[in-house]
């Protein structure tokens, strides 16, 4: 089993995470922001890894730590239990639609941290949750995680869909990318030998 525990702990948050990447999507989170909870309880339903995130912020300040260090630490919780990346599939793409809203994300787990993030919200905050964080816990998480990420919303109306099938897309394309490919099992998905560093 692909699976790996992280404590984060700094004057700003306590967070500790476990992900199974092999698992079925069973996921008990608790970050004190409700509407961050639901969208990860989203990524760990649709992408089929297990999740268990426990997180205590200064949320008496706002969001913002709180949000990133749950995207770091979950990103180097799947960096370490992808370990040397030997057998993937790698590459993972997800067009998710939601009722008006339509979102493309591909990914690679390149070992290559990136983001593109081409997603505009018209409200300032959904819930307790202020829209500008989704963009920071995305980044933190392809960075730690090590993803070239792009998420690209084509249309929406709705903010709540909008972002949700931004989740939601990330899940299915990690879904795709993490799996182990039969025909290429103990070997890195690379001409290199190697992922990360210079193109591979």
Known sequence: MREATIERNTKETQIKVRVGLDGTGVREIDTGIGFLDHMLDQLSRHSLIDLSV???????????????????????????????????????????????????????LSNRPYLVWKVNFTRPKLGDMDTELFREWFQAFAQMAGVTLHVENLYGENNHHIVESCYKGLARALRQAIAIDPRAAGEVPSTKGVLGGSLA
């Open 54 to 108: 426990q997180a205590k912020g200064d949320l008496h300040i706002d969001g913002h730590h709180t949000t990133e260090d749950t995207g770091l630490a979950i990103g180097t919780a799947v960096a370490q239990a992808l370990g040397d990346r030997k057998g993937i599939v790698r590459y993972g793409s997800a067009l998710i639609p939601m009722d008006e809203t339509l979102t493309r994300v591909a990914l690679d």
